[in-house]
């Protein structure tokens, strides 16, 4: 299954959805005539589960390097691209040379970001194998890494060449990884589309069961949302932004929670907050708060968490670090209704202490 990515202010590019790995080399292959050399960027864990898978499709045609990060968010780090640009510099890899960024979110992120730098641009690839970055952390051209306590606060934009996604991996990739990606999949349809929220809720155990079917239909049309948006607003100029529904908050409790939650786990709990807020402002019903709520519980992703009061400040400290922030106030991403959401300016501290609450689950309560 072929989706394009087509832009008039950047390069284009299409997405396919496959069943196994059999089909990229001859995707890959004609795309850089003139490459001599690929380098698979990838984790300590990913690699040795499908460098086999890989390898072999493209030895006859290039030499193929490889360079593995420890796995976690600890390597989406500047020193850990930094690395990336030597290794790729001491192997002589040429600008007609071509990236292939094999893992999750974070391998994605660092491997775009180092294509990026690399003599000032280089071809990449991408292989997603969690579900978050087929969702979403491939797809776009945001690339980025963490620094000093902040979530991707140094990056680039620069869109891949090719994202290859083989949905056999998902076989093996562990419940709580899957489900966090789904967090991103359950946001895509409470920004801009109703009709796949409920299809969500009605496919519950189907996608709970990982029917490949369902499975591929269900990211079909989670990329979809996400395309027609990226390709309006690629440089997040406008409703680009509307994609970071959950992700304000959330960003700032996992900096703060520092790697106990996974990206997609602070992402439900970003999105339980916005839509608190969002009845709060009185922009959706009480009753529809409590459904978006209430709908992540039956993808095992949180809705609260146990935070020290004393700490609130520390995360609206976090939070007030955002990107999308201007002039000193908060900006969020809020819903209008279940499948339609909107940038909120001057958010008040309250409103925002008044989340924190909700989210907050102490032994007492």
């Known amino acids: 299954m072929e989706i394009p990515v087509v832009s008039k202010r950047t390069d284009s590019y299409s997405i396919f959805i496959e069943h196994d790995f059999s089909g990229f080399k001859e995707l890959f292959v004609p795309l850089f005539p003139e490459a001599k050399k690929v380098c698979i960027i990838s984790d300590e864990t990913v690699y040795p589960l499908y460098r086999e898978s890989v390898e072999p499709l ?5 030499e193929v390097l490889s360079f593995t990060v420890p796995s976690g968010e600890a390597s989406k780090d500047i020193n850990v691209v930094l690395s990336i640009e030597k290794y790729l510099k001491d192997h002589n890899f040429s600008r007609s040379d071509v990236l292939i960024g094999l893992g999750g979110g974070v391998v994605t992120d660092i491997t775009g970001f180092a294509a990026s730098l690399y003599h000032r641009g280089v071809a990449h690839v991408f292989i997603p194998t969690t579900l978050l970055a087929m969702a979403d952390a491939s797809i776009g051209g945001k690339n980025g890494v963490d620094f000093d306590g902040l979530k991707n606060i140094i990056g680039s934009f620069k869109m891949p060449s090719l994202i290859y996604m083989p949905l056999n991996v998902l076989e093996s990739l562990p419940e709580r990884e899957f489900y966090a990606g789904f967090a991103e999949i359950m946001k895509a349809g409470l920004l801009a589309d109703s009709k796949f929220y409920m299809w969500l809720v009605d496919n519950m155990y189907e996608i709970c069961e990982k029917d490949k ?3 591929a239909t269900m990211l079909e049309t989670a990329i979809n949302i996400k395309k027609v948006i990226v390709e309006n607003d690629p440089f997040e100029k406008g409703d680009r932004a509307l994609l970071n529904l959950g992700h304000s908050i959330g960003h700032a409790l996992e900096s703060y929670f520092a790697g106990s939650y996974l990206h997609g786990e602070t992402v439900a709990l970003g999105c339980v907050a916005a839509a608190f807020i969002s009845w709060k402002l009185n922009k959706i019903s009480m009753e529809d708060y409590y459904e978006v709520r209430d709908m992540f519980v039956p993808f095992n992703l949180p809705i609260s968490i146990q935070i020290d009061k004393s700490d609130y400040e520390d995360i609206y400290s976090r939070l007030g670090k955002d990107k999308k922030n201007t002039s000193g106030s908060i900006n969020l991403v809020l819903l209008k ?28 309560d």
């Open 58 to 62: 493209l030895k006859d045609s290039y």
């Open 213 to 215: 079917d369902t499975l």
């Open 337 to 364: 209704k279940i499948g339609k959401a909107e940038v909120v300016k001057d958010i008040s501290k309250d409103l925002i202490m008044a989340s924190l609450d909700e989210l907050n689950f102490t032994d007492e």
